[in-house]
């Protein structure tokens, strides 16, 4: 990622336990206030962060607490976040991502984690090797 002309950017490294979550959601909505956005366009970020956050934690890291890197940049009124772990990894992007599928069903997971951040945002890639962790990509134009 290069800053040039009107962006920004921040980035910063949590514990990936459940209680942080919130923390990273402020953070991010704290950062988006820049754009202006809606009450919605917050509550569709944060929900779509809180997904992607709960999958790396539960998922990447099975309760295991290891550390997550958000990265947020802000460019011609859209916002870009990145969730990373370096946790086992998915080895079937494409199953994953499908709606219902969950490898933790005796946890009451929903299989809806992908599907909800795919409905509240823009664009979401995802970018995962077996054995060492799994990028989510996320986009939102703010205010179009």
Do not use: W
Not at 30 to 37: K, V
């Amino acid at each position: 990622m290069t800053v040039m002309g009107n962006a920004n950017e921040m980035m910063i490294e949590f514990d990936g336990r459940p209680s942080n979550e919130g923390f990273a959601r402020v953070a991010v909505a704290a950062f988006c206030t820049q754009l202006n956005p809606t009450l919605e366009e917050v509550a569709d970020i944060k929900t779509a962060l809180s997904e992607a956050i709960t999958n790396a934690i539960i998922h990447g890291y099975e309760g295991e607490v290891h550390k997550i890197r958000l990265k947020c940049r802000i460019e011609n009124r859209c916002l870009y976040v990145q969730v990373c772990d370096k946790g086992k990894g998915i080895e079937d992007i494409e199953k994953a991502m499908e709606p219902l599928f969950t490898t933790k069903p005796e946890l009451d997971r929903s299989g809806m984690g992908f599907a909800f951040m795919e409905a509240f945002m823009d664009e979401v890639r995802v970018e995962s090797a077996p054995g060492e962790g799994t990028t989510v990509h996320m986009k939102k134009a703010i205010g179009r």
